[in-house]
């Protein structure tokens, strides 16, 4: 298990110079914005306006804190994208344009290239118990969480992160008075239909 800490990220410019994302992490690692495989990110949207566009890439987002968002894809009709929404998939090759709701909103963005991984992303409330799984996964702590693996406790600050994979074998539970987000990648393509 490895712990990462949201003062490490690394803060980077939006593929289209639209904004500021903060990279949590990346595969490969070292990977640019046009050759990973999988990518989590925190952004800040202070105004409207489009996201960046990814060639073969899916996409999900999810509201952390703010005002929300409504999210038009491809001039469908929109979406409301709240922190209480549950996270919403989508092709990161269509057109998206964001229209802020009740002023500046973060949100937790998960890709993954098609044919290389998918993934999907589980909003939790806490406490849970999380059992093992053969896929790596990420787990986003939103306020102050502590995470129990047998006799081990780990405490994570907002916006931590405690990436694992099929090495832990039995159940983590997570306590906290907010809720989690736990992304998880499989080596294959498209986004699972259901969690």
Same mark, same amino acid.
């Given at each position: /298990? $490895?712990?990462?800490?949201?003062?490490?990220?690394?803060? /980077?410019?939006?593929?289209?110079? @639209?904004?500021?994302?903060?990279?949590?992490?990346?595969?490969?690692?070292?990977?640019? /914005?046009?050759?990973?495989?999988?990518?989590?990110?925190?952004?800040?949207?202070?105004?409207?306006?489009? !996201?960046? *566009?990814?060639?073969?890439?899916?996409?999900?987002?999810?509201?952390?804190?703010? +005002?929300?968002?409504? =999210?038009?894809?491809?001039?469908?009709?929109?979406?409301? =994208?709240?922190?209480?929404?549950? &996270?919403?998939?989508? &092709?990161?090759?269509?057109?998206?344009?964001?229209?802020?709701?009740? @002023?500046?909103?973060?949100d937790l963005n998960v890709m993954t290239r098609r044919g290389r991984f998918s993934h999907r992303v589980i909003r939790y409330p806490t406490p849970v118990s999380l059992p093992a799984s053969?896929? &790596?996964?990420?787990?986003?702590?939103? @306020?102050?969480?502590?995470?129990? !693996?047998?006799?081990? $406790? *780990?405490?994570?600050?907002?916006?931590?992160?405690?990436?694992?994979?099929?090495?832990?074998? +039995?159940?983590?539970?997570?306590? +906290?008075?907010?809720? %989690?987000? %736990?992304?998880?990648?499989?080596?294959?393509? @498209?986004?699972?239909?259901?969690?």
């Open positions: /298990m $490895k712990i990462l800490r949201a003062s490490d990220y690394k803060r /980077m410019p939006w593929k289209n110079g @639209g904004g500021e994302t903060v990279e949590i992490a990346v595969f490969p690692a070292g990977a640019s /914005m046009e050759d990973f495989d999988w990518r989590v990110s925190i952004a800040t949207i202070a105004s409207d306006g489009a !996201f960046s *566009t990814f060639a073969d890439v899916d996409r999900t987002l999810s509201v952390l804190s703010g +005002g929300g968002i409504e =999210l038009t894809i491809d001039g469908c009709r929109p979406v409301t =994208l709240e922190d209480s929404s549950e &996270p919403y998939p989508f &092709p990161a090759d269509r057109p998206a344009v964001a229209t802020l709701l009740n @002023g500046v909103t973060t053969p896929s &790596p996964r990420l787990v986003l702590a939103t @306020g102050r969480h502590t995470i129990a !693996f047998g006799s081990e $406790k *780990t405490d994570l600050g907002p916006f931590d992160c405690l990436a694992f994979g099929a090495e832990v074998t +039995g159940d983590l539970v997570i306590s +906290g008075g907010s809720a %989690v987000f %736990v992304i998880e990648f499989n080596p294959e393509g @498209g986004i699972p239909s259901s969690a």
